[in-house]
């Protein structure tokens, strides 16, 4: 549950949407108690990959800047 609230979290601060189409395919959600434990961890690696590549493609730890944004609106914001 965890992952799903940090996921709802960026999208809602970014407001960008972090496509997770391999965790959807697998219809597991941490609601699911009846699912076993293997389902479960499966989901919960998958949904924690999207999430981190996502954030990876579109951030720079060195820059600490969004890949999308234009280095003019950088100067112009210094």
Not at 9 to 27: F, I, K, N
Not at 46 to 71: A, F, K, N
């Amino acid at each position: 549950m965890l992952l799903v609230h940090i996921r709802k979290y960026y999208e809602g601060t970014t407001g960008e949407e972090v496509p997770t189409d391999q965790y959807d395919a697998l219809h597991i959600s941490p609601v699911h108690i009846h699912k076993n434990k293997i389902s479960h961890k499966k989901a919960i690696l998958t949904l924690g990959g999207e999430v981190v590549q996502h954030i990876r493609s579109h951030y720079d730890p060195c820059t600490g800047h969004h890949h999308d944004v234009s280095s003019e609106r950088v100067v112009t914001e210094l």
